[in-house]
């Protein structure tokens, strides 16, 4: 069974970095796309960061030259770097990855439990 578990999160003060975390674990048979979400009470969830099979990456406009998206689909991980933290980006942040876990099955989405960032002095 696959399972998805992001880390890393935590408190940081304005300016600070912190770096997330997502493994994937169990049967994987392939990997296509790797997406970082966030959520904040009383709003939707929002698409922060995500990279293409391709290897194409794409970011929100409020994290652009502040997070980088990288993935090691050798090691079924994917990294979230977030640099120059501002207390907007304080969120549960979630790990999204589409993947297959066998041939015997089609490809899927799968969701972490997301890892709270808290930005504050």
């Known amino acids: 069974q696959v399972q998805v578990v992001e880390s890393g999160g935590g408190l940081a003060q304005p300016g600070g970095s912190l770096k997330l975390s997502c493994y994937a674990s169990?049967?994987?048979?392939?990997?296509?796309?790797w997406g970082w979400y966030r959520q904040v009470p009383g709003k939707e969830r929002e698409l922060v960061a995500n990279?293409?099979?391709?290897?194409?990456?794409n970011y929100v406009d409020s994290v652009k030259g502040r997070f980088t998206l990288s993935r090691d689909n050798i090691k079924k991980t994917a990294y979230l770097q977030m640099n120059s933290l501002k207390p907007e980006d304080t969120a549960v942040y979630y790990c999204?990855?589409?993947?297959?876990?066998?041939?015997?099955?089609?490809?899927?989405?799968?969701w972490g439990q997301g890892t709270q960032v808290i930005v504050s002095a």
């Open positions: 999204n990855v589409r993947l297959r876990s066998s041939w015997r099955y089609p490809w899927e989405d799968y």
């Open positions: 169990g049967s994987v048979f392939g990997i296509s796309n």
């Open positions: 990279i293409t099979s391709g290897g194409v990456v």
